[in-house]
């Protein structure tokens, strides 16, 4: 997570809004289990994206509201997304391709898969509780 957290001062939770920001915005277009033409290298362009709230990110990562409004108004200052409105918010495809970003991108990748592959075999094989008879 180091490494994730870099671009972001090593904030770990500035890196966990950040990315969950992101993937709200295209939650909608991640519906199949491929890759999808629309990605153009990994990212949708920004006219298929969504400008997301602070409340459904918060809700997302079970944090508090004002936690994560804190960050993302320091993710603004800093140029990592912008406002849309009054009380949403988006990461255009632009910061995506930033450098800094776009050779971690992999590695976010892979955690992903890794993160929920443990959590469907954690989840499938937790015990129920009943000893069988």
Not at 25 to 48: Q, T
Not at 69 to 77: E, K, P, Q, T, Y
Not at 101 to 123: A, C, G, N, P
């Amino acid at each position: 997570m180091p490494m994730l957290s870099e671009p972001f001062d090593f904030d770990i939770t500035r890196t966990l809004v950040f990315y969950a920001l992101t993937r709200a915005s295209v939650s909608h277009l991640n519906h199949h289990r491929k890759i999808r033409d629309d990605a153009v290298g990994g990212i949708f362009p920004n006219d298929m994206r969504r400008a997301v709230s602070i409340l459904s990110i918060a809700d997302f990562l079970a944090m508090p509201y004002e936690t994560v409004r804190r960050h993302v108004h320091a993710l603004v200052a800093a140029g990592w997304c912008d406002r849309v409105g009054s009380r949403e918010f988006i990461v255009r495809s632009e910061i995506l391709s930033d450098a800094r970003l776009s050779s971690k991108r992999q590695t976010v990748i892979d955690l992903t898969k890794t993160f929920v592959t443990r959590m469907h075999t954690e989840v499938v094989s937790a015990p129920t509780g009943k000893e069988p008879v």
